[in-house]
């Protein structure tokens, strides 16, 4: 009975933090709310199979006294705190399409795809057999730090010419195999070249790792022809410390048309000296995705906001901003209901700056 009540108060304790966290006043590499919440808060489905294997062989033989009933109670109580989460989700899809419609007008709605439902069974999987990945690419000096791996499609002309260009970069203290691989799988199975690349982070400061994410823009650059992409139609994706130096290294270097900014850290490193997002925001800057939790627990939700806000008043291109209700940091790296809406924003912004495709394409099979 002690490891059922153990397995329901974490469930538990972890699901009421997703809903109702603590916001930090200012952004943090680290919170406590963050480590017991966001998973939760994104993929539910995994919490309720946690609970239901902790519980269900004490529950389903009643006991007389008092802990079965406790344990019932706060079983009860996670389970209905999971729904809620998983209700809550919901949201996201509705806020990106009035972000888009907002700047771009009625005809920017994202095309909704489903989540198959298996993806709730193995949210840890993105792999799909029609992509293959090409693996560590060296585009840097680092021996292990400077790689990245380009993701195609198995189908030979899928895309009938030069394919546009992903280009993903991960948070602090991650890699280039987490943050967004649903969405790297998915337009690379669409005919995309999509790289993601990894950099320096141990032992390094802030202008080395901008360095690296440079020269990872300019490999790109360079060599993905060689795909068959066209370097002339990339975009630029960064989750949080990768969107603040993919937001600085292409509105400073230019060569992208479309950026994407995710729960992104848009202030500086402790380094007054150094570039920064905002001192690189000018009038030239390419059109910009900004995407964001409402319920942020690293970087609060007003930080990116003051972000987009500045962005909109210099910048000549588009600037759209979303701020998802009841996100946490991090959500793109399962495949969950708000991660495929967020793809399917990100799609849909794409195909209004790089594909050229100004109209919604009509509804298809989801992938």
Not at 65 to 84: E, I, M, S, Y
Not at 196 to 211: E, F, M
Not at 314 to 338: K, M, N, W, Y
């Amino acid at each position: 009975m002690s490891g059922a009540l153990t397995t329901a108060a974490i469930v538990a304790l972890s699901a009421l933090v997703a809903w109702r966290p603590l916001v930090p006043r200012r952004s943090a590499p680290f919170t406590l709310q963050h480590a017991l919440g966001w998973w939760v808060n994104e993929v539910p489905f995994l919490g309720a199979c946690w609970l239901a294997a902790g519980t269900l062989g004490a529950l389903s033989h009643p006991e007389p006294g008092v802990w079965w009933w406790v344990v019932l109670a706060v079983t009860v109580a996670a389970v209905l705190l999971l729904a809620r989460l998983a209700v809550r989700a919901r949201s996201a899809r509705p806020a990106l399409a009035a972000a888009l419609q907002d700047v771009y007008g009625p005809r920017a709605r994202p095309r909704r795809t489903r989540l198959p439902w298996w993806r709730t069974l193995v949210p840890f999987v993105a792999r799909r057999p029609d992509v293959r990945r090409v693996r560590n690419r060296r585009y840097g000096p680092a021996r292990l730090g400077n790689r990245l791996d380009v993701y195609v499609s198995r189908r030979t002309g899928q895309s009938g010419g030069p394919a546009p260009v992903l280009v993903y970069f991960h948070a602090a203290f991650s890699s280039k195999m987490l943050g967004s691989q649903p969405l790297i799988h998915r337009l690379a199975a669409h005919g995309w070249v999509c790289v993601s690349a990894g950099r320096r982070q141990l032992g390094v400061d802030h202008r080395a790792q901008l360095a690296d994410v440079r020269a990872a823009l300019d490999w790109v650059r360079e060599n993905v022809a060689a795909y068959g992409g066209d370097p002339g139609r990339m975009i630029a994706v960064g989750g949080s410390a990768g969107a603040n130096l993919a937001v600085t290294a292409t509105m400073t270097d230019g060569g992208v048309a479309g950026l994407v900014g995710l729960y992104g850290y848009y202030g500086d490193f402790g380094d007054p000296g150094a570039a920064s997002p905002h001192r690189a925001i000018h009038r030239d800057a390419p059109p910009t995705l900004l995407i964001h939790g409402a319920l942020d627990t690293l970087v609060p939700a007003r930080e990116a906001r003051a972000f987009a806000d500045r962005l909109r008043r210099t910048s000549a291109q588009p600037v759209v901003h979303a701020e998802l209700p009841g996100a946490h940091h991090s959500f793109d790296v399962f495949p969950s209901i708000r991660s495929r809406a967020v793809d399917d924003a990100i799609v849909r912004f794409a195909d209004l700056t790089v594909t050229g495709d100004p109209a919604p394409r009509p509804p298809g099979p989801a992938s």
